[in-house]
């Protein structure tokens, strides 16, 4: 079973539009982490934002915030007015405690955003 | 603060050959992880390292495919008789041992593989 389920493959908006990503993951641990990294058309995954499972608190840096529910077990992120550098790969992901004893990242499959001019 | 470096960057090989790929994580992390991406997919977990010790595989690293990490500093993937569906994106990443990290993974920009 998907532990982190990226629902949405791609999602295509207008510049200025606002757009949500949702996320939804599957634990049993009390204790985990969620990130958002973006990956651009040059590859590299970039580390957007981290979440603990102790902290509920809704986050917003400039124009994204993220919406993080342990009732849904949903951490869904959204850019307000997006523009086309926005346009990327967005991937969630869950960091639980293995079977050693390490926490190591869970990717979803991604979402694909474009934003158009 | 030098990021996470990988090389080569790109690779074609021919089906049958070993290719072996380096990773150079940031300076003070002590944590390496290597993934491998295909087109349309997330990356996925192959092995794990503290320090030089390996402490994670996951059950796509086939007996084909061997880490290391030496000295606890940079880390090489080689894979052996290469197969086509091994063409994808070698991604590593490394982290610090601080707790307030949250284990917040850093990647570097992949090492693509084809082979043909």
């Known amino acids: 079973a998907q532990k982190v389920t990226q629902a949405q493959t791609e999602i295509s908006v207008v510049e200025k539009e606002d757009v949500t990503l949702d996320c939804v993951y599957e634990?049993?641990?009390?204790?985990?982490?969620l990130f958002w990294y973006k990956q651009p058309p040059s590859g590299e995954l970039v580390f957007l934002i981290r979440?603990?499972?102790?902290?509920?608190q809704n986050e917003i840096s400039g124009r994204y915030s993220w919406n993080f529910q342990k009732s849904t077990s949903s951490f869904n992120f959204t850019i307000t007015a997006s523009q086309v550098v926005d346009s990327a790969v967005y991937f969630c992901?869950?960091?639980?405690?293995?079977?050693?004893?390490?926490?190591?990242?869970?990717f979803g499959r991604g979402t694909s955003l474009i934003v158009h001019p | 603060d030098t990021g996470v470096s990988q090389n080569p960057r790109h690779k074609i090989t021919k089906r049958g050959q070993n290719v072996t790929f380096r990773c150079d994580p940031i300076?003070?992390?002590?944590?390496l992880y290597w993934y491998r991406q295909t087109l349309g997919q997330g990356p996925e977990f192959l092995t794990y390292?503290?320090?030089?010790?390996?402490?994670?595989k996951s059950r796509l690293l086939s007996d084909r495919f061997s880490a290391e990490r030496p000295k606890g500093s940079f880390s090489t993937l080689e894979i052996q008789r290469t197969e086509q569906g091994d063409s994808a994106m070698y991604l590593c990443?490394?982290?610090?041992?601080?707790?307030?990290?949250?284990?917040?993974?850093?990647f570097g920009e992949g090492s693509w593989l084809t082979v043909v």
């Open positions: 979440r603990n499972s102790f902290d509920e």
């Open positions: 992901a869950l960091s639980e405690s293995s079977s050693g004893g390490s926490y190591i990242p869970t």
């Open positions: 990443a490394s982290s610090s041992r601080d707790r307030g990290s949250g284990n917040t993974i850093y």
């Open positions: 390292f503290q320090n030089e010790a390996q402490l994670e």
């Open positions: 634990t049993r641990d009390t204790t985990y982490y």
């Open positions: 300076s003070e992390h002590n944590r």
